[in-house]
């Protein structure tokens, strides 16, 4: 009974350090290696990862979590085309003060 217990103690501990958020993209983009087409996908960050997945498309990259002066009024996607491909650079998301940045 008590390994029940601390089971579910650290299940919940590691599900409330993760968070989720919505992102809608409007053209294609490279995230952690995986092309993205346009669409809605699901962003999960963990610690000091974050992994951007729509069905059985993923991709993961580390991410550094930042927070902005105030809050931000939507949820957008920059990106760096530097490299001739669009690439996921960071995520503000709408509602908050929260700035996903990605390593390059």
């Known amino acids: 009974m008590i390994r029940i217990a601390a089971f579910f103690v650290l299940v919940a501990a590691a599900l409330a ?3 989720s958020y919505t992102v809608n993209l409007l053209s294609p983009a490279v995230f952690g290696g995986v092309e993205l087409q346009p669409g809605e996908y699901k962003v999960e ?3 000091q990862t974050a ?3 729509k069905g059985k498309l993923r991709g993961e990259s580390p991410v ?3 927070s ?3 809050k931000y009024d939507t949820t957008t ?3 760096d085309t530097s490299a001739g491909k669009s690439k996921i650079q960071e995520i503000r998301i709408g509602g ?3 700035k ?4 390059m």
Do not use: C, M, W
């Open 64 to 66: 550094k979590i930042e």
């Open 51 to 53: 992994v951007i997945r």
């Open 77 to 79: 996607v920059r990106l």
């Open 100 to 103: 996903l940045v990605f390593a």
């Open 68 to 70: 902005g002066d105030s």
């Open 96 to 98: 908050t003060k929260t």
């Open 17 to 19: 350090g993760q968070k």
């Open 45 to 47: 960050v963990s610690e």
